[in-house]
């Protein structure tokens, strides 16, 4: 029977084991050898333009092809998140104990919906071992979800739910007072997003100025609100911003939100894990005092991709939002067979949910708490030392600091720091990116990445200097 079915499916033991194998070997190659690549390499045009025209095979394509295709054309244009000089956007490179997990989940394959299956039961765990990172108390609940977008829009769901003083899942929004929403000037773009998404319309969404969200200010702004006729049901505050690392003075704005019995729900997708560590435990206390975390495992705890996950102090709040049991889903709530009841599914939005846990797990439990204290300690002294480094240098300026994130820039105008960061990227030797502090674009460093190295940062200044000399004398 074996021999007549087409591709894979195909496979006997044997020949599986060899393709695993050789599999391993090249994930193995591939993360060992990062550093001796370039930092982002692109696509070759040749082998773009031949994937913009390949057909689909109908007889499949050979085991040793296909394995033979992904060493030569995939493994080595990755997004360049791995290599130790990669100092871009918050990706981190992937803990090897996560990638090992990722292939026996593929394959158990299950949908984590719900039922007494093991990955479910590591799902709970590690959102109990999530919450206590943050402080949240005991009976803390939540799911792992692809990031901190979905965190949010779920996060935002439930708060509106809550929150709103009408059942919205059965009237709907039309005829009823305004659903605001407060965040700061430095929130992330899924709150925006998820604003829209909900139907609450962009402008029911109020960002208050300045890189810090002022609890002063959210205090008269929803008493203003409401004066107004409208319904401030939730604030959005962020602990680790993206562009910056700030982080918003969490407890002042729980203060507040309570007052005004808000949903204060946090964005700690970055930063939140820097509760771990001495120099952040006291700013980011206020983390247990939320109605809701969205903290990214595949983020600042290097767990692989995808693995997001949102922590509700409250969770029969999330489902009043999304639980929805049709006929064929209905199950007997027996805890000793298939329905171990109730389903995470019933928690957000994903029917389908993937394996996410035992990444996160395997992950969690290899590194140990302990570690990871001295993981993003290591990656926190970096950006010190960047930072020191730029005070020092006559040619360079600090913008702002916050965790593992500088921002700073070469002397020039905003055009010579996108020249300096495009200059670089095409370069291969080291990465960065740019955003923007105060209306004028400055070069951002992010560190999230336990194998970089001091050296690494001294390479960093080194390019930055060099390049930024040759822009300037460029253009002059």
């Not at 391993?24 to 390499?41: E, I, K, R, T, Y």
Request: with cysteine; charged share 20%; hydrophobic share 45%.
């Amino acid at each position: 029977m074996a021999d007549s079915l087409p591709g894979a499916w195909g496979w006997d033991e044997t020949e599986f084991r060899a393709a695993a194998h050789r599999a391993a070997d090249l994930a193995a190659s591939h993360l060992a050898g990062l550093s001796d690549q370039p930092v982002l390499a692109p696509v070759r045009p040749e082998v773009a333009k031949r994937w913009r025209h390949q057909d689909w095979p109908a007889d499949g394509m050979p085991l040793d092809r296909l394995l033979t295709e992904l060493e030569q054309d995939v493994l080595p244009h990755p997004l360049g998140n791995g290599h130790p000089r990669f100092h871009a956007w918050v990706n981190s490179p992937p803990d090897r104990a996560g990638v090992l997990a990722d292939l026996l989940a593929s394959a158990m394959n299950p949908s984590c919906a719900g039922g007494n299956q093991a990955l479910v039961h590591l799902e709970r765990l590690v959102i109990r071992w999530l919450a206590d990172l943050a402080g949240l108390p005991a009976g803390t609940g939540g799911l792992l979800v692809s990031g901190g977008s979905l965190a949010t829009v779920t996060a935002l769901a439930a708060a509106r739910q809550a929150g709103a003083g009408y059942d919205v899942r059965e009237h709907g929004l039309a005829g009823q007072p305004p659903l605001t929403v407060y965040t700061g000037d430095e929130a992330h773009s899924c709150v925006t997003k998820a604003v829209e998404l909900l139907g609450l319309g962009r402008r029911h969404l109020h960002v208050l100025p300045g890189r810090r969200l002022d609890p002063a200010r959210l205090d008269r702004e929803l008493d203003a609100a409401r004066q107004r006729g409208e319904r401030p049901f939730a604030v959005v505050a962020t602990a680790g911003s993206t562009s910056t690392g700030a982080i918003d003075p969490l407890t002042e704005i729980a203060d507040v939100c309570a007052r005004h019995q808000v949903w204060l729900h946090v964005d700690g997708a970055y930063g939140a894990p820097a509760v771990l560590t001495g120099r952040y435990r006291s700013e980011l206390a206020g983390l247990s005092l939320a109605d809701s975390v969205a903290i990214d495992p595949h983020k600042w705890l290097y767990v692989p991709v995808d693995a997001g996950a949102l922590l509700v102090r409250d969770p029969d709040r999330l489902r009043d939002a999304f639980s929805l049991v049709p006929a064929y889903l209905a199950v007997d709530h027996d805890p000793e067979g298939i329905s171990d009841a109730p389903w995470l599914s019933e928690y957000g939005p994903e029917q389908t949910r993937p394996p996410r846990a035992l990444r996160v797990w395997a992950t969690l439990a290899s590194t140990g708490r302990d570690g990871y204290g001295r993981l993003i300690d290591h990656d926190l002294d970096l950006a010190e030392q960047l930072a020191a480094s730029v005070r020092k240098h006559p040619d360079l300026q600090l913008e702002a600091a916050g965790l593992s994130v500088v921002c700073f820039r070469y002397q020039g105008a905003d055009e010579v720091q996108a020249e300096i960061a495009r200059r670089l990227q095409r370069g291969g030797e080291s990465f960065l990116t740019t955003t923007e502090v105060e209306g004028r674009t400055v070069l951002r460093a992010c560190f999230v990445n336990p194998l970089t190295t001091a050296a690494d940062v001294d390479t960093l200044i080194k390019l930055v200097t060099e390049l930024g000399a040759a822009v300037v004398a460029a253009a002059a």
